[in-house]
T-cell receptor
Framework: DQQVKQNSPSLSVQEGRISILNCDYT??????FLWYKKYPAEGPTFLIS?????DKNEDGRFTVFLNKSAKHLSLHIVPSQPGDSAVYFC?????????FGAGTRLTVKP | NAGVTQTPKFQVLKTGQSMTLQCAQD?????MSWYRQDPGMGLRLIHY???????DQGEVPNGYNVSRSTTEDFPLRLLSAAPSQTSVYFC???????????FGSGTRLTVV
């Protein structure tokens, strides 16, 4: 069962514009949500996280929004840069378990 | 500061062979995990450890064993390799899971 879903396999945006990556989950027990970025032939890199008791967390150009009633979170990147082009994974944590979405490939065009 | 080091980077096995994927971290992290990444499926947790001497199963543990004799090392053993275990394997560590894991660069395993 896929408890964390990223329904958009790819996203293309223009440099300088906003990138919005979406993630849905089914398990109400998740207490933390995290976003990772992955370049080819490298391991994922942690970007930002949010506790389930919050609805927003911001770190520089990256903001994560959490809507618990909809079981939905999103990552906003503003402004988008060509170096942001990568695969982005949403992850959800509960106890000692971490579930990942299938990833969204972001392409930022110059 | 090396972070999380995985060896080997690439490996080809024949069905039925056994091998150990090595993972070491130098950050004194208590939590360590092994994931596999398959196309279209994201990363799936195989086994994890919350400290030396303590391990537990994740989402897809069958066919794999782990041990954690020291804080630094967390090897993953494939007992009898099967083509279904063809995947990219990532080891990761963290002081606390909610702070995000540091991942190694991965081991690409092919079982023929």
């Amino acid at each position: 069962d896929q408890q964390v879903k990223q329904n958009s396999p790819s996203l293309s945006v223009q440099e300088g514009r906003i990138s919005i990556l979406n993630c849905d989950y089914t398990n109400s027990m998740f207490d933390y949500f995290l976003w990772y970025k992955k370049y080819p032939a490298e391991g994922p890199t942690f970007l930002i996280s949010i506790s389930s008791i919050k609805d927003k967390n911001e770190d520089g150009r990256f903001t994560v929004f959490l809507n618990k009633s909809a079981k939905h979170l999103s990552l906003h990147i503003v402004p988008s840069q060509p170096g942001d082009s990568a695969v982005y994974f949403c992850a959800a944590h509960w106890g000692n378990d971490m579930r990942f979405g299938a990833g969204t490939r972001l392409t930022v065009k110059p | 500061n090396a972070g999380v080091t995985q060896t080997p980077k690439f490996q080809v096995l024949k069905t039925g062979q056994s091998m150990t994927l090595q993972c070491a971290q130098d950050m004194n992290h208590e939590y360590m995990s092994w994931y596999r990444q398959d196309p279209g499926m994201g990363l799936r947790l195989i086994h994890y450890s919350v400290g030396a001497g303590i391990t537990d199963q994740g989402e897809v543990p069958n066919g794999y064993n782990v041990s954690r004799s020291t804080t630094e090392d967390f090897p993953l053993r494939l007992l009898s390799a099967a083509p279904s275990q063809t995947s990219v394997y990532f080891c990761a560590s963290t002081p606390r899971p909610e702070e995000g894991y540091t991942f190694g660069s991965g081991t690409r395993l092919t079982v023929v």
